[in-house]
């Protein structure tokens, strides 16, 4: 049964997209300003009293409150909040965004390189910091309320269970959040939260991003949360050898079980992950350099290297006997010319001339294996999941990359052109969906 609203106030619902155990959101049209927005309704999936529904609602009104203060351009915006008068269901509207969530991503075992993971991480880091400093703190930041759109630009959303640090409506003993990305302090429901919970949340994507696994994993919530508040995680590198020492570190301290040991501020991140942003680049160049050099080295080791005989015997045979030996051959070559010379001629030595050689056909020259070709195959992949996942610019910029290197490259010349296409299409469609009224 479609239990999906016609209406919700004055806007005109197309369709879900989306559901939890709060509420449900949807496309809608905003038939006032003329543009399309995201809804999301208050529909609770499980059974409450009135106590608990008012706590709900209440949760929710603070988002609205919370998020609707926030103008940044890496949080989503608030356009609206508002009870819907025939269902008197209440519901917030907010930008229609349109991407990927880094759960999504995350899931089909993509993991981007690693100068892509620190802007990922510097813009939402950056939004955190924007928030905090207005007494906003998330609580549930997670890999599925970040979303990813065109240009790799990152928005977090849903401040659904965000708290205004002024306010006494979460009580002691009580957490809201994500298991897995949880800080300690929310799993203890004892100690104060503030930003810098925020922060070992968004530590855990930072691991996610760069390992492809979680920092506290468990079959259950009570194992997991035994490890996120007394166990240290294994080190990314120890899992990624790709990823350097320094992400280590970082790590570390955003993942601090005592929120005095982590960064203050987002603002601290962020100057630590821009310097990363120096090498992130050059890493798989330098260490494909390297195994190209090493390559080369045993190639040569591997050469026949003994000297030659003439060399041999020079090296041999003392000067002074050369010095002998040199004039005797000559008058001995001097002698055999004069004796054929006076022999008859029908006993000289009959030599016949030399064949004339024959024309070699060219043979063929064995095709050189491209120096760049491991780097070559890392951007192919980088660039078929960017075109994957609808980043098709990102996917552009690879492709070229490779015919830089590789001119010639006709399947990255046939798949240029496709993601071209792709991105073409995906232009005209968000035209046609502007324009329409």
Known sequence: MNDTPRKLGRYQIIREIGRGSMGVVYKADDPVIEREVAIKAIQLSFAVNDEEKELYLNRFYREAKAAGKLNHPNIVTIYDVD??????TPFIVMEYLEGTSLQEMLSQGMLLPLKDVNDIIIQVADALNYAHNQNVVHRDIKSGNIMLLPGMKSKIMDFGIARMS???LTKSGQFMGTPNYMSPEQIDGKKAVDGRSDLFSLGVIYYLLLTGERP?????????SYKIVHVDPIPPRTINPAVPEAYNTILSRLLAKDPSQRYPSGADLV???RKLNG???SIDTTALESMRKASVAKQMANLDTKPSVVAAANKKIPPYVLKMIVPAALVLLF??????FLLPKNERVQTTPPPKPRAMKPTPAVPQENPNEGLIRTKWNLALNYSKNGFYDKSIDELNEILKMDPKNEEAQRYLLTVQELKEKAQTKRKARRKRP
């Open 83 to 88: 009870e819907d008068k025939t269902s008197g």
């Open 166 to 168: 002024t306010s006494d």
């Open 216 to 224: 506290f994993s468990g079959d259950s919530f009570t194992s997991i």
């Open 271 to 273: 100057l630590d992950l």
């Open 279 to 281: 090498t992130a680049g």
């Open 335 to 340: 002698a055999i010319g004069a004796i054929a």
